[in-house]
C-alpha cells in the first residue's frame, strides 16, 4: 500500500503541475527587447513565413567579430541561431563586423557585412558572405571586400541592400555623414556603372549620419538614416522622401528618437512590411536608463504608421513591444 500511495501521489502531483503549465498565459506581447543580449543595427526581413532578425553583436570592436541570428513565427517567440558568420571565415576581417544586411536571391542568402573600421589605405569595407540557409553557416563569397575604397567621402559601412521595383539591387551606404548608390550586378560580383559613367552615386541627405535604408510604399520612395552619435542620447533616425531612388531627397524629420522614461538613443533600424497588407514594423536599438557603456545596446521592435498623406508618424517606444502577427 505504501507504494501504491506514493505512485498516486506522483500523479496526483504531475497532473497538477501540468494543469498549472498548460494553464500558464502565452506571452501577450514580444517585450522590448525582443531577446536577451547587447545587440544593435538589427536588420529585419521575412524570409517565408518566419521573420528573422540580424544583429550587430555589440561589443568592443576587438570582440566583436561573429554574428547570431534570431527568428520567429510571430514577432513574439524568437530563436537564437549562434554565429552564422564569424571572422575565421572571413580571412580579410579582423576586427568589428557589424551592420548585417541580408537578400534572398536564387535560392541562396548573401550576408552583407561591414569589416574592421575601414579607413583610407587600410584593409576592410563591406563583404558578402553566402549561405544555402538562413540561419547559415555563411562563408566569405568574394576572398575580399566588395567595397574596400573610401568613395565621396563614405566609410564603406552601415550598407543596405535595396531591390527596386524593375528587380534591379542597389546597395546604399555610408558613414562619416555621406552615403552612396550603387548599382549591383546580377550575381553581386560588383558594380554596374552609371550611364554617366560613375558607379558611386551620392544621394546624402541633411543631417545624413549612417545607418541608411530604403523602401517603396505606394509608389513612392522612402529614404532613412540615423543623426546623431551612436552612443549619445541624440542618436535618431530621420526620413526622407522621392520619386526615384536617386532622390534628390530633401528631410522631412525625425520619427524615432529617445524618451526618457523608457531608453536612450534609439537608432540604427530597418523597417518590416507584413506581405499584402500596409502593416508596418520599426526594429531599432536602444540603451537602457541604466546602462552607461556604449557597447550595451538593445534590439527592440514597435509599430511603424503613416498618416493619410504618407508621411511617417512619430514612433512611440515601449516597454511591451507588440502583439502576435503570424505570417
Known amino acids: 500500500?505504501?507504494?501504491l500511495r506514493l505512485t498516486l501521489s506522483f500523479a496526483l502531483l504531475f497532473t497538477l503541475s501540468f494543469g498549472c503549465l498548460a494553464q500558464q498565459p502565452q506571452k501577450p506581447?514580444?517585450?522590448?527587447?525582443v531577446f536577451p543580449g547587447w545587440y544593435a543595427d538589427p536588420e529585419g526581413?521575412?524570409?517565408?513565413?518566419t521573420y528573422w532578425i540580424y544583429p550587430t553583436y555589440s561589443a568592443p570592436y576587438n570582440q566583436q567579430v561573429f554574428f547570431d541570428a534570431f527568428s520567429s513565427p510571430d514577432l513574439v517567440n524568437w530563436t537564437k541561431h549562434s554565429r552564422i558568420l564569424d571572422s575565421t571565415a572571413v580571412k580579410w576581417a579582423k576586427r568589428a563586423m557589424w551592420a548585417p544586411a541580408i537578400v534572398e536571391k536564387g535560392g541562396k542568402y548573401f550576408l552583407f557585412f561591414g569589416a574592421n573600421d575601414v579607413h583610407e589605405g587600410e584593409i576592410g569595407g563591406i563583404g558578402v558572405a553566402v549561405a544555402n540557409n538562413p540561419a547559415g553557416p555563411f562563408r566569405d563569397y568574394l576572398g575580399k571586400?566588395?567595397?574596400g575604397q573610401i568613395h565621396n567621402g563614405a566609410q564603406p559601412i552601415d550598407q543596405f541592400v535595396f531591390k527596386d521595383k524593375d528587380n534591379q539591387y542597389y546597395l546604399i551606404y555610408g558613414?562619416?555623414?555621406h552615403c552612396n548608390i550603387a548599382r549591383l550586378k546580377d550575381d553581386?560580383?560588383?558594380?554596374?556603372?552609371?550611364?554617366d559613367g560613375t558607379t558611386f552615386r551620392e544621394i546624402t541627405p541633411k543631417n545624413y549620419v549612417e545607418g541608411p535604408i530604403m523602401f517603396v510604399r505606394k509608389g513612392v520612395y522612402y529614404f532613412m538614416w540615423s543623426e546623431g552619435g551612436w552612443t549619445g542620447p541624440d542618436y535618431s533616425v530621420a526620413y526622407a522622401t522621392s520619386s526615384s531612388p536617386?532622390?534628390?531627397?530633401?528631410?522631412?524629420?525625425k520619427i524615432l528618437q529617445q524618451d526618457p522614461k523608457v531608453a536612450r538613443g534609439a537608432g540604427h533600424h530597418s523597417v518590416?512590411?507584413?506581405?499584402?497588407t500596409d502593416e508596418w514594423y520599426i526594429i531599432y536599438h536602444r540603451r537602457p536608463l541604466t546602462e552607461t557603456d556604449g557597447n550595451h545596446r538593445e534590439t527592440c521592435i514597435d509599430r511603424m504608421y503613416f498618416d493619410e498623406k504618407g508621411g511617417i508618424m512619430p514612433v512611440k517606444i515601449t516597454v511591451e513591444g507588440v502583439k502576435a502577427r503570424k505570417l
Open 188 to 195: 553581386f560580383t560588383g558594380f554596374l556603372p552609371f550611364p
Open 272 to 276: 518590416i512590411q507584413v506581405p499584402g
Open 45 to 49: 526581413t521575412i524570409f517565408g513565413k
Open 145 to 147: 571586400p566588395l567595397v
Open 175 to 177: 558613414g562619416w555623414s
Open 29 to 33: 506581447t514580444s517585450g522590448n527587447p
Open 246 to 253: 536617386f532622390g534628390p531627397f530633401e528631410r522631412v524629420g
Open 1 to 3: 500500500m505504501p507504494f
